[in-house]
C-alpha cells in the first residue's frame, strides 16, 4: 500500500508539472505587452489565441488602476460546442462581443468610451492552473468632452550613462472635484510596460491658479546612476474622477561618453604602444649591428 499511495502521489505531480509546462506559453497575443491609444468611438480587438490546447477555459479580465480585476468573459469548447458567458455589468452591455472558435478567443469593444481605459489580460485554466498572458493596456481619449486633467512630461533626451535625471510630469487638473493620483510607467519595448512608482493620492505639489478651480502640480521622478537598463520611455499617468489620462511620454536614450579618465587611459596605452614599436625597433637595430660586426 504505501508503495500504491507513492506512485499515485509522483503520478499526480508528474501530471500537474507537465500541465503547467504546456499551460505556461499556449497564450499568446501580438498586442501582449503593448499600449493602444485609441478616440472615444473607435472600435478595438484585443487578440488572443489558444493553438496549443482546445481544451482549456479562456477569460478576459478587466483591470483598472486602484481596483480590483474584473471578469469579462468565459469561453470553452467541447466537442465542437462552444460555451460563452459574460459576467458581471458585461453580462449587458452589447459593445463587448467575443469572436471565439478553436484557437481563438478575441475581445471586440465597440463604441469605446474612456470609461474603457484599463490594462486587458487574457487568462487560461487547464487542469487547475490559471495562467495570464502579458496585459494589454487601452487607453480611450476623449478631445470634445472635458478632460479631467492635462498632462505635460520632459522632453526626450540623451543621457550619459552613470549620470543622474529628474523627470518631470505637470498636472493641470480641471474642475472636478476629489484628489488625484499620479503613477509612473517604464516601456522599455521588451517586456509589457510596468509599473515603477506612484505618488498616491498627494495633492500637497499644487498650486491653485487665482479666481480658478484649476490646479497645477509638478510630480518628480528623480532617477540616479543610470546604467543600460534605465534605457526607454516614461510615461505619467494621472488617475481622477474615474478616468485615466496618459502622457506622451519622455524617452531616456543613455549614450556613452568618454570621461577625463578614458581618455588618460587611452592616451597611456597609445604612449605604451609606441614607446614598445621604438624598443622594438631599436633592439632590432642593435641586433642587426652587431650581427654585421661579427661577419666583418
Same mark, same amino acid.
Given at each position: ?106 475581445? !471586440? @469593444?465597440?463604441?469605446? $468610451? ?6 486587458? +489580460?487574457?487568462? /487560461?485554466?487547464?487542469?487547475? =492552473? *490559471? ?31 552613470g549620470g543622474s ?77 474615474? !478616468? @485615466?489620462?496618459?502622457? $506622451? ?6 549614450? +556613452?561618453?568618454? /570621461?577625463?579618465?578614458?581618455? =588618460? *587611459?587611452?592616451s597611456a596605452l ?27
Open positions: 500500500m504505501p508503495s500504491l499511495k507513492l506512485f499515485f502521489c509522483l503520478m499526480c505531480l508528474f501530471t500537474g508539472e507537465k500541465a503547467k509546462e504546456r499551460n505556461v506559453n499556449f497564450l499568446s497575443s501580438p498586442q501582449a505587452g503593448k499600449y493602444l491609444a485609441v478616440n472615444v468611438g473607435d472600435n478595438v480587438t484585443l487578440q488572443c489565441s489558444n493553438e496549443d490546447n482546445d481544451s482549456a477555459w479562456l477569460f478576459w479580465y478587466k483591470n483598472i488602476l486602484g481596483e480590483k480585476p474584473k471578469l469579462i468573459s468565459s469561453f470553452y469548447m467541447y466537442d465542437l460546442n462552444i460555451f460563452i458567458t459574460f459576467y458581471n455589468e458585461f453580462r449587458e452591455n452589447k459593445r463587448f462581443k467575443l469572436e471565439s472558435k478553436e484557437g481563438k478567443n478575441d475581445l !471586440h @469593444i465597440l463604441h469605446l $468610451n474612456v470609461s474603457d481605459s484599463a490594462t486587458y +489580460y487574457c487568462a /487560461s485554466s487547464y487542469t487547475f =492552473v *490559471l495562467s495570464f498572458a502579458e496585459g494589454i493596456i487601452l487607453s480611450v481619449r476623449d478631445s470634445d468632452s472635458n478632460v479631467p486633467a492635462l498632462v505635460h512630461q520632459s522632453v526626450s533626451g540623451s543621457i550619459q550613462l535625471v529628474t523627470l518631470n510630469c505637470t498636472v493641470q487638473t480641471g474642475t472636478c472635484d476629489g484628489q488625484h493620483s499620479v503613477y509612473w510607467f517604464k516601456d522599455s519595448g521588451e517586456a509589457r510596460p510596468g509599473l515603477i512608482y506612484t505618488h498616491g493620492d498627494r495633492n500637497d505639489q499644487c498650486e491653485r491658479k487665482p479666481d480658478t478651480q484649476t490646479h497645477t502640480c509638478v510630480y518628480n521622478l528623480p532617477l540616479q546612476s543610470l546604467n543600460a537598463s534605465h534605457a526607454g520611455t516614461y510615461y505619467c499617468a494621472v488617475a481622477s474622477c474615474g !478616468h @485615466i489620462v496618459f502622457g $506622451n511620454g519622455t524617452e531616456l536614450d543613455l549614450k +556613452y561618453q568618454d /570621461s577625463h579618465l578614458v581618455n =588618460v *587611459l587611452r597609445l604612449f605604451t604602444s609606441l614607446l614598445s614599436v621604438l624598443l622594438a625597433f631599436l633592439v632590432c637595430k642593435v641586433m642587426n649591428k652587431h650581427l654585421w660586426g661579427n661577419k666583418h
